[in-house]
């Protein structure tokens, strides 16, 4: 019971589309009850037909029963067929809130809290997680209580005629019920539960293979890897055959359960129309209407057999919505979000920060004044985009402060402080979307012409304006159909058209050559005017003019500023 408490969060996420889920819990209803009625009436007329043509009197009035079984035929195609198309649009639905709520706690993480898991672990949690939760309502809330309700119901029926019936109907169908629900999720708990733990670490150990292919050829480890995914794979495989297993004698026990109920009902049937308590075609209603039952209880089995990857996808979420940016210093009034006004002030008090067991900073302090420019050149390795990342608050130093226009940052809103900030990453990140898409997102209102003025501002108009399909045109994947100086020049419009006060370029130039870097530089150069700028770089000459130039030196605590 303590582990399917890790399903409350997302019950309470059901409860918002409870209106759609109702409907969708009659619908199944409505079906199952239609089969009942279906397979009962059609029982009854076919034996009292047969009796009938037996009788004296020869009559039967064909025209009520068989009106009834075209009713109860047509109505269980069309609830059919409305509930799988209702159910699976609202399972839809709710997968795609669950996903935007995922989503949303993972972007308001901060880069060294979401560093404590691959990339590829994260997205296996928005997608494979996510969808596993969707036997929630489809498998585990709504077909159990149909069930119920169809075998309660069922019993009363039978109860009118004959009351023995409804009674061994209950006793045997219940327990069974429970069986199919406790039995099964109990027996297939461990297997299924470690099954998506597995399912992960095959997608990582796939990834990983895909990712870093060209590495492990090299220190040929290429076969080393290979034995260690074919071992998750196998263990995957064993789980996937163990469960299919119990699945399969759960339904064996969940069958041989109605069989047995149906034949003590036949029995029971029998023993009273020998007595004269009901007739042949009710008795033969009775017995059909009871093998019509496995409809509602023979797939709880499988579901439940599965419970135990529901509640092990709730619990790895759970543990993911914990996660939180940690805050430090007291909270203050934060400034409207706009990417426009006054240049603003950026400083870095008594900084320290440790990734691992390096320490990058240790006490750095670095003044920026409003509208001025800094520049900060130094090795690979040596922290300098980690100057930017802690700019905009990218994760908080361990030690020391950064504050934003004298007020620290830690206190503002997120959102508030990256709309104030234009920042140009190493990678230049592009989306697998048309060139004015991937622009637009510096600023989603911009016009086709503003999108002209920046491209020819880095140097871009003419090469564009020879696209097949101009703005239009898609730049593929990463921007692979680009070369990595228009991607890096495409990224820089992009901050460009973002207009804001305080501007951090990463190696604004990389991949330039020397031509198009100078115009480049140039541009640059009345575009800053007037903002705060933070540059980062190899070298002095790869970046725009700036009014100081400082290099980060490798010291005893960290790098510091020489």
């Known amino acids: 019971m303590k582990a399917l408490m890790a399903l409350r969060p997302w019950l309470g996420v059901l409860t918002e589309r409870r209106g759609r889920l109702l409907l969708g819990a009659l619908l199944m209803l409505a079906t199952l009850l239609s089969a009942l009625g279906l397979l009962s009436l059609s029982g009854w007329f076919i034996t009292a037909t047969a009796v009938a043509a037996l009788s004296a009197s020869g009559y039967l009035d064909v025209f009520t029963p068989g009106g009834g079984i075209r009713l109860f035929a047509v109505s269980r195609t069309a609830s059919r067929y409305l509930e799988r198309l209702y159910n699976h649009d609202t399972i839809l639905r709710l997968l795609a809130d669950l996903r935007g709520r995922v989503f949303a706690g993972l972007v308001s993480l901060d880069a060294r809290t979401l560093s404590r898991v691959r990339a ?8 494979a997680d996510i969808d596993t939760l969707d036997n929630l309502y489809l498998r585990l809330l709504a077909p159990p209580l149909v069930a119920l309700v169809s075998v ?38 461990h297997a299924s539960h470690r099954r998506v733990e597995r399912q992960e670490r095959l997608r990582v150990r796939a990834i990983e293979q895909v990712e870093g292919l ?8 290429l076969a080393a890897h290979r034995e260690l995914w074919a071992r998750e794979e196998q263990g995957l495989v064993e789980d996937q055959r163990r469960l299919g297993r119990r699945t399969a004698a759960g339904n064996l026990v969940v069958t041989l359960g109605i069989q047995l109920a149906t034949l003590a009902v036949l029995l029971l049937g029998l023993t009273a129309l020998r007595e004269g308590q009901v007739s042949g075609p009710v008795m033969v209603m009775l017995a059909l209407g009871t093998l019509a039952v496995s409809e509602g209880l023979g797939n709880l089995p499988m579901a439940f057999t599965q419970l135990g990857a529901t509640v092990r996808a709730a619990e790895r979420l759970n543990a993911q919505a914990e996660l939180k940016t940690p805050l430090s210093g007291t909270p203050v009034e ?6 426009s006004g006054a240049a603003p002030s950026l400083v870095y008090r008594d900084v320290s920060v440790v990734h691992g067991e390096r320490a990058v900073f240790s006490g750095l302090d670095l003044a920026i004044d409003p509208g001025q420019r800094i520049g900060i050149i130094g090795a690979s390795g040596i922290g300098k985009s980690t100057l930017a990342q802690l700019a905009v608050r990218a994760f908080d130093p361990q030690g020391g402060c950064v504050e934003f226009n004298h007020q620290a940052i830690a206190g503002l809103a997120p959102d508030s402080l990256r709309a104030r900030i234009g ?9 697998h979307d048309t060139l004015a898409v991937n622009l637009r997102m510096g600023d989603p209102d911009a016009s086709d012409a503003e999108l002209w003025d920046v491209l020819e501002r880095v140097e ?11 703005l239009a045109t898609w730049v593929g994947e990463q921007g692979r159909q680009l070369s990595g100086g228009q991607a890096r020049r495409v990224a820089l419009a992009r901050v460009m058209l973002r207009n804001s006060p305080l501007v951090i370029l990463d190696e604004p130039l990389s991949g330039l050559d020397a031509d198009t870097a100078a115009a480049v530089k140039e541009t640059l150069d009345v575009w800053l005017a007037g903002r705060t700028v933070l540059l980062l770089g190899h070298d002095r000459q790869a970046l725009p003019a700036c009014d ?3 290099r980060l030196m490798p010291g005893e605590q960290g790098s510091e500023l020489v």
């Open 120 to 127: 590829s672990q994260w997205l296996n949690r928005l997608t």
């Open 152 to 189: 309660v119901a069922f019993a009363l029926f039978a109860f009118v005629f004959l009351p023995a019936a409804g009674i061994v109907l209950l006793a045997i169908l219940l327990p069974l019920g429970v069986f199919a629900m406790a039995g099964c999720a109990w027996w297939g708990w």
């Open 214 to 221: 060209a590495e492990l050829t090299s220190y040929r480890a």
């Open 334 to 339: 934060d400034e409207p979000s706009s990417s």
């Open 423 to 431: 920042y140009l990453t190493q990678r230049s990140e592009l989306f």
């Open 460 to 470: 871009l108009k003419e090469w564009a304006e020879t696209l097949p399909e101009g």
């Open 548 to 550: 100081h130039c400082w």
